[in-house]
């Protein structure tokens, strides 16, 4: 490796100032941009493509007009160069027969990756090669310093004009550490003084009592530099330009930044090649940019320049790039390169009736519509994994914005919030929902999720509470016990669908509707009303005040669900509508089993009758009334009682449960009773005749079931009976006639014929039974004889 020749150079500089001084361009390099820390960018040093062979060729032959008698000046000078095999510094290189100096300088650049122009500074820095008209042979012989010490001869393996440009080229790459290279490999060494991104303390001259500085070393190129020739120029070397400083200065480095930026415009930036290369792609002065308003200048580490319509900004990071209107506004209103945005990367773009421009930290979007605005941090990231402007959000309407140390951006859209570590959007109706419950201050708080498709819809959640919708029933909130009682029921893949209004709260009852049902939740729990029994509970009406509060959900029964409120229950059948059962007429319902006793569901609301209350049911009715309560009526008793009028016919309100009866069955009603069994059917018998009815025991006496409806006959009533009849009038009495005494009086023309109606019950006479009528007796003797006695 290359061991400095620190004294030797100092003196070769001190001795050759008037020569150097002699071939200064004439417009010099500026030294106030010399900095230790950068003294040539990455960019340019590791270049191989600056320049062709002739390019190279051009340049040597217009250092030197005329080589002095006896010597061979640079330009001219021819070698042999060796073939050297690939290796992790330089690709293979072939070598050649008396190759120029401008073709082993290129060669060797394009196998290591240096540029050439880099090779050219060193060779003048080190033997003033390129400039000299009278070279040595030494000069030749150790053109760039490669293997020659401070405190030893040149180790004469690397003499010769090729050995030296190769291996300073290898050299250069080598500092970097390349993969390949370190402990482990054929070499091993580890290059770390001055390594790239790191603070080192770099020397001000070989004699370390001159002293030295702390210098960041920026980037791989500088630290290579630092390697090869381990010196700073002092302030004193600096002052003096391409002159001697004092006897602390050291020039190595501070020649290679002079040489290179006065032959070769910039070592850290070609900010001036790239603008105008850039502008004139442009159309130059009759381009979108128009004539140029200033010159070049040197901005936040890169070179910027004005036009008319814009300005070209260029950094080695991010090359050239225009910004003229309306980015433009926006970018200098930022602060342009020195702002948040940093360095344009690339050209504006148009995108979705608008245009978009990158920079190195965000984007400036811009349209007619919402004027220009940048998008940056995780907010622009979120938005650009959401396709930017061409996407659900469209074009931001304004800058971001910080309350609480909470980011978040306006779109056209939507928005985006940034919290913590995330950035999450809210768009479409969505947005308008959340934004019109107050955003973030709002009772939902802040997203935590992304929108998520959902059952043909879409949802998103938030840090109390939910937003659900679908383009059919608009977008709706859902929060608290409501919500929580939604999730458990399988949210809008579940029973109710997607909410299809707010949720509202009165005196302590929050409801909230659903396509397919509703929840309600009160002091009393939350509770989810599906199918027919929601839209039973939400009809307005006196019934539903009755019903009260759900108190559990709704429970599946034989033939449909139930569910249970404060005041009653909604009892619906599978198929039908559902109806309420409340109060009196709910306990006779649960008395007789609901519906799985024997009247079934309901099949109507209870409605009023008179002074009471009467409901419909599959196999029956429930009749109630102040005076007589609630009883169930149905089945064959029901039907007679229907054909009466209920209620309202003759026999009033029910006043007690059927009751079973031998053969049949029995119900009381305030003016009479019902009496059925299967042979004779359903008969009511009242008045007088139900009295008689009732002293013979009823069906359970000799008359049996009635047979028929009571009937009036001239003067009076009768009524038929399995066993017999009851004739009557107000005069006689009513009074039952049986047996062969019936049969007697009937074959008579009963009440019709000459006895006329009885006037008495059968009572025992003699040896046998009489009975008495208007106009004479029937007697039958113990013998089954019949007697007719005249009156």
């Known amino acids: 490796m290359r061991r400095t020749r620190a004294w030797a150079a100092i003196t070769a500089t001190i001795m050759a100032v008037s020569a150097l001084v002699a071939t200064t361009p004439a417009q010099a390099a500026d030294i106030s941009r010399f900095d230790p820390g950068m003294i040539i960018s990455d960019e340019v040093f590791f270049d191989p493509m600056t320049m062709s062979v002739a390019e190279i060729q051009a340049f040597l032959d ?25 290796d992790p510094m330089c690709r293979a290189y072939a070598g050649g027969r008396q190759e120029t100096a401008a073709q082993i300088i290129h060669n060797v650049s394009v ?12 060779l003048q820095k080190e033997q003033g090669l390129v400039t000299s008209s009278t070279p040595s042979t030494y000069a030749y012989r150790s053109a760039t310093g490669y293997g020659c010490p401070d405190t030893a001869a040149c180790d004469s393996r690397y003499y010769g004009l090729a050995n030296q440009i190769y291996m300073a080229a290898w050299a250069f790459k080598r500092y970097t550490m390349p993969p390949g290279t370190g402990p482990g490999t054929a070499w091993s060494s580890v290059f770390s003084r001055y390594r790239a991104g790191q603070w080192a303390d770099v020397l001000y001259h070989p004699n370390s009592a001159c002293g030295s500085s702390r210098v960041f070393i920026q980037n791989k190129a500088t630290a290579s530099l630092y390697f090869y020739t381990p010196y700073q120029p002092n302030g004193a070397a600096l002052r003096a330009y391409y002159g001697v400083g004092d006897g602390c200065s050291a020039y190595g480095n501070r020649n290679f930044f002079l040489y290179f930026n006065d032959w070769f415009e910039s070592s850290t930036y070609l900010g001036p090649i790239k603008i105008d290369s850039a502008y004139a792609a442009l159309g130059g002065a009759g381009g979108v940019l128009g004539a140029p308003t200033g010159g070049h200048r040197a901005v936040g580490g890169g070179t910027v320049r004005d036009y008319s319509g814009g300005r070209i900004h260029y950094s080695i990071a991010t090359g050239a790039h225009a910004v003229y209107a309306p980015v433009g506004a926006r970018y200098d209103a930022l602060q342009g390169e020195s702002g948040t945005l940093g360095y344009p990367i690339r050209d504006r773009r148009a995108a979705a009736g608008g245009v978009v421009q990158d920079f190195q930290f965000g984007r400036i979007h811009a349209s007619e519509a919402t004027g220009a605005w940048e998008t940056t941090g995780l907010i622009g990231v979120q938005y650009d994994s959401l396709s930017g402007e061409s996407g659900a959000l469209g074009f931001p309407m304004s800058a971001a914005t910080t ?16 919290r913590g570590a995330r950035a999450i959007e809210v768009v479409g109706p969505i947005w308008s929902a959340f934004s019109a419950a107050g955003g973030a201050s709002g009772p939902l708080g802040y997203p935590t ?13 938030f840090e109390r509470g939910r937003i659900h919708g679908t383009a059919g029933t608009g977008w709706w909130i859902l929060s608290g016990a409501i919500g929580t009682e939604y999730d458990r029921a399988g949210g809008e893949s579940g029973a109710l669908g997607f909410p299809v209004g707010a949720a509202t709260t009165v005196a302590g009852v929050t409801a909230q509707e659903f396509q397919r049902g509703r929840i ?56 039908r509508p559902a109806y309420a059962v409340t109060g009196a007429i709910g306990r006779a319902y649960d008395a007789a089993r609901g519906e799985s006793g024997p009247i079934g569901f309901p099949v109507a609301e209870a409605r009023s009758v008179g002074e009471g209350v009467v409901q419909d049911f599959r196999t029956g009715r429930i009749h109630w009334s102040p005076a007589t309560g609630a009883h169930v009526v149905s089945g064959a008793i029901g039907g007679r009682y229907d054909r009466l009028r209920g209620e309202s016919g003759p026999l009033g309100w029910p006043v007690a449960a059927q009751r079973i009866t031998p053969g049949g069955f029995t119900q009381d009603f305030q003016n009479g009773r019902i009496h059925a069994s299967s042979r004779t059917g359903a008969w009511e018998v009242s008045g007088a005749v139900g009295v008689a009815y009732d002293s013979v025991r009823g069906e359970s ?15 009076g009533t009768v ?9 009557g009038t107000e005069t006689t009495g009513y009074w039952p006639v049986s047996g062969s005494i019936g049969r007697a009086y009937d074959a008579v023309a009963g009440e019709s014929g000459r006895l006329g109606f009885p006037i008495s019950a059968q009572y025992p006479s003699g040896q046998g039974q009489r009975q008495d009528f208007q106009s004479g007796s029937i007697v039958v003797s113990t013998t089954g004889t019949v007697s007719i006695i005249a009156g």
């Open 449 to 461: 999720a992304s929108p998520r498709a959902a059952a043909g819809g879409s949802v998103q959640d």
């Open 111 to 122: 196998a290591c990756g240096i540029n050439p122009q880099v090779l050219i500074v060193l």
């Open 62 to 86: 217009g250092r030197v007009t005329t080589c002095r008698s006896g010597y061979v000046c640079l330009k001219d000078y021819r070698t042999d160069s060796p073939a050297r095999t690939a």
């Open 520 to 575: 309600v939740s009160s002091a009393v729990g939350t509770w989810l009303l599906t199918g027919s029994i929601s839209d039973r509970y939400g009809r307005a009406d006196t019934a539903r005040e009755a019903l009260g509060l759900p108190v559990a959900a709704a429970r599946v029964v034989q033939g449909g669900a139930v569910q249970d409120f404060q005041g009653g229950r909604i009892h619906a059948e599978t198929g």
């Open 701 to 715: 006496g000799s008359l049996g079931y009635p047979v028929a409806a009571a009937r009036a006959v001239t003067g």
């Open 403 to 418: 309350t609480g140390g909470v980011r978040s951006q306006a779109f056209q859209n939507g928005v985006v919030i940034e």
């Open 719 to 727: 009524q038929d009976f399995e066993n017999g009849r009851i004739h």
